[in-house]
């Protein structure tokens, strides 16, 4: 899964349409070295965007009515939280919606950061390897981490949502992210720690051994830039 990958820019768009399928999300589980041939020949991001969309968005619905009741309980101590008093159905939707918002939009900032990032060690190194091609791979690579998702989602969901007390507990609900070594009294702590998953390893040491097929950089070098991409979107996203 190391070895580089050829580089095939000289292929013709009639000959990288069939591979736009959904077949690259599976070789990435699969396959790797295959779906890293693939990103190459397609720079297809779409499919894999849409996959990790709709994974946000059931872990989303599955868990919006925890997450209000944890944070009216953090109204209390703000008066002029829109929570206070339990909020209303209508705040509750606001909720979702705005959250749906942020989960479209942050799967392609995070990719954008990871392409401009590698893109630029690429060039660093005269490789011909691009911004589209680094992108693309960050998006499928992402998979994995958008099946955690739904995980993390049923796990929450399996409770009742007064079961839950803090931003803690919903974190851990499904016990495989950092976050189980957070202080219950730090959300922001929480939410940084509970970056960094099972499913998002998995996710990031794709990305890293893509980067190797690329580059054929050291997998050191690659595993240091892989982690500490998510390192840096964790502080970015973090409340």
């Not at 069939?18 to 190459?40: K, Q, S």
Request: aromatic share 10%.
């Amino acid at each position: 899964m190391g070895r580089p990958v050829q580089q095939r820019d000289d292929i013709e768009p009639a000959e990288r349409r069939p591979l736009l399928r959904l077949t690259l999300l599976r070789d990435i589980i699969l396959h790797p070295r295959r779906a890293y041939e693939a990103v190459l020949a397609t720079r297809s991001w779409l499919p894999a965007y849409a996959v990790v969309v709709a994974c946000g968005l059931f872990d989303l619905w599955l868990s919006t009515p925890a997450l209000a009741h944890v944070l009216t309980l953090a109204a209390r101590h703000d008066p002029h939280s829109a929570f206070h008093a339990g909020g209303t159905a209508a705040t509750r939707h606001d909720l979702f919606l705005n959250s749906a918002l942020f989960g479209c939009v942050q799967p392609v900032v995070q990719w954008s950061l990871a392409a401009i990032v590698t893109s630029l060690v690429a060039r660093f190194r005269r490789l011909t390897v691009g911004y589209g091609a680094f992108f693309s791979l960050a998006a499928v690579c992402s998979v994995p981490g958008a099946l955690g998702a739904i995980v993390d989602g049923i796990a929450i969901w399996l409770r009742a949502p007064a079961s839950y007390g803090s931003l803690k507990a919903l974190a851990v609900a499904a016990p495989d992210n950092l976050a189980i070594f957070a202080s219950p009294h730090n959300d922001r702590e929480v939410v940084f720690l509970s970056s960094f998953g099972l499913f998002d390893v998995w996710s990031t040491v794709l990305f890293a051994y893509g980067l190797i097929a690329f580059t054929n950089m050291r997998v050191t070098t690659a595993l240091a830039i892989a982690f500490g991409i998510d390192i840096m979107v964790a502080l970015i996203f973090a409340p």
